[in-house]
């Protein structure tokens, strides 16, 4: 039985293929840091996220990389509104929800949902797993045909888990299994769109196979939107069909998978993938890119480019000015840079590739 078979249709608008499901512009949230004695006061604030600007279509997956710290996962629970943006705005569907309230949001909580990265702690533990499924119906007041119990062991099923496991409780699971029911929860509600934080991170490795895999027929069947956010690049690759590189708060290069990966144009993308291993032994010899110093903290970021006091490339103007996040004239369409001084973005594999591809040398006697 496939997933087109047992889900119902969403009740929201319908949206088509390519339209654009969710638009993020300028997205900011800083956190206050307070101090003082015997009065606190906000003396600081931890600047997460800055300025950030994406689209999302529908059926899409845009993956969100970087490393710890970056504002990945604050940037995640901006979108499903689990934090309140400190600027920016946020449109779902073509209506601003960036500082909608309570009763607004209530309409279109069910169409975006979450999958967060630890399946030990997203669980109540108290509760049964066909109370962890069916209670998102109940709040949401949906009455799927047959009875919530009937969809929620369909959930189940869908997700590869047994539908006697209903009136079994969280630690009676694996992790892998967990993270299962953290799946089947999210789709109790008919989403569109699907943050997953780290969906697979403490997963086993052929644990994580097994979920990516299940995201994937997911999206494919049910025609669902992901912002698919992890560290493990191949999995990025794997998964998404665009990418963004998050460094310290601020998005420093946005493309579609095979352009980013092949062609990485800011400094920061290039040591990131030189830092990933390779399973092809003919590209072992790629010479990786190791960063000095360590990442500035979000309390005083650098000024200009927050990535030159790590960068190789790194000038007084990148102290001076910040670099724009735009499309250069040698990248391919869509592929967005901020960098003053760009990767030429040739990887070894690709020069590899494209050496390949040119045509044997005739013998001189031909």
Not at 321 to 326: D, F, G, K
Request: hydrophobic share 35%; charged share 20%.
């Amino acid at each position: 039985m496939s997933a087109e078979q047992t889900l119902s249709k969403s009740q929201g608008p319908a949206t088509t293929p390519g339209q654009v499901l969710l638009e993020v512009d300028g997205l900011t949230k800083h956190f206050p840091v307070m101090g003082g004695f015997p009065f606190k006061r906000q003396v600081g604030a931890v600047q997460a996220v800055d300025n950030v600007s994406f689209t999302v279509s529908a059926g899409e997956s845009l993956g969100l990389v970087g490393e710890s710290g970056c504002g990945k996962s604050t940037t995640g629970r901006l979108v499903t509104r689990l934090y309140e943006p400190t600027a920016g705005s946020i449109r779902y569907n073509g209506l601003d929800i960036s500082h909608a309230g309570r009763k607004e949001l209530a309409p279109i909580r069910s169409e975006i949902q979450m999958i967060f990265q630890d399946p030990y702690s997203s669980l109540n533990p108290r509760h049964t797993v066909g109370t962890i499924i069916t209670n998102p119906m109940e709040i949401n007041g949906i009455n799927p045909p047959g009875g919530r119990d009937a969809r929620a062991k369909e959930l189940l099923e869908i997700v590869g888990l047994n539908p006697e496991h209903f009136n079994r409780f969280p630690h009676e699971f694996s992790g892998g299994q967990r993270q299962r029911i953290g799946v089947a929860r999210a789709l109790s509600l008919n989403p569109k769109l699907i943050v997953a934080d780290e969906p697979v991170s403490a997963l086993d490795v052929s644990i994580q196979a097994q979920v990516v895999n299940l995201l994937q027929e997911l999206q494919r069947e049910m025609g669902i939107a992901f912002v698919f956010i992890a560290h493990d690049l191949s999995i990025v690759r794997h998964f998404s069909q665009r990418v963004a590189v998050m460094y310290l708060g601020k998005i420093v290069e946005i493309a579609d998978r095979d352009s980013l990966y092949n062609r990485p144009r800011h400094p920061y993308t290039h040591a990131l993938l030189s830092a990933a291993p390779d399973a092809d032994p003919d590209n072992a010899s790629q010479e990786r890119i190791r960063l000095t110093g360590d990442v500035p903290s979000p309390l005083n970021p650098p000024s200009g480019c927050r990535f030159r006091t790590r960068c190789w490339k790194a000038t007084e103007k990148c102290a001076t000015e910040e670099p724009p996040l735009i499309q250069l004239s040698s990248s391919a369409p869509g592929h967005l840079t901020a960098c003053h001084y760009p990767e030429d973005g040739i990887t070894p594999a690709a020069r590899k590739a494209a050496a390949d591809a040119l045509p044997e040398p005739r013998d001189a006697q031909d």
